[in-house]
């Protein structure tokens, strides 16, 4: 059954927005799926913040104009689904990258991040990016690393004079 053309709209509508708002997109082509298999994938995507669509090539390519993923265009051809990060840049392609290792049938074309287009073989460095959590305790150390090296300088004087006492008390014992 054809879509209406204000359904177009709202479809087109609907990826735009999420497209605009979203930090990473992995493009893979599904064909030979079953429906059992793409609702796993969808369940996967929504658990992670990850806004999963299949869309109309046409469709997609208006949805994605004059966005950063406009750089996705080349890459619609075919049965596509689209997923957009919405939580961290590489939300997005763990899920992805995670459902390969059961589906094989599921195939990425691209990943694009900040308007640039990458291969599907940069899937694993994306993948791999820390989220938000990881990334401000990675942060937090880095921060906290000379003010602790400071601290140990500052007290340690006091710790050398402490156990030169203890020593020259332990040899008059002796």
């Known amino acids: ?5 204000a359904d177009k709209q709202a479809i087109v509508a609907e ?3 999420v497209a605009a708002n979203a930090y990473s997109a992995v493009t893979a082509e599904y064909r030979g799926m079953t429906v059992a ?3 796993d994938l969808r369940v996967q995507a929504r658990k992670n913040g990850v806004y999963l669509r299949v869309v109309r090539n046409t469709l997609a390519r208006r949805a994605v104009a004059e966005t950063e993923f406009e750089c996705l265009n080349e890459t619609l051809t075919g049965p596509v689904v689209l997923a957009f990060s919405q939580e961290d840049p590489g939300a997005a392609a763990r899920v992805i ?3 390969i290792k059961t589906n094989k049938k599921l195939l990425v074309k691209s990943v694009a991040i900040g308007g640039q287009l990458y291969s599907a073989d ?3 460095r994306v993948s791999k990016m820390p989220t938000r959590d990881e990334a401000l305790s990675m942060l937090m ?3 906290k690393a000379p003010i602790s090296k400071f601290v140990r300088t500052m007290a340690e004087p006091h710790a050398k004079l402490v156990r030169t006492v203890a020593a020259i008390r332990d040899s008059k014992a002796a």
């Open 97 to 99: 990258k995670e459902f």
């Open 122 to 124: 940069e899937l694993e």
């Open 15 to 17: 990826v735009a927005e």
């Open 1 to 5: 059954m054809p879509l209406r053309l």
């Open 37 to 39: 298999e793409m609702t």
């Open 141 to 143: 150390s880095v921060m």
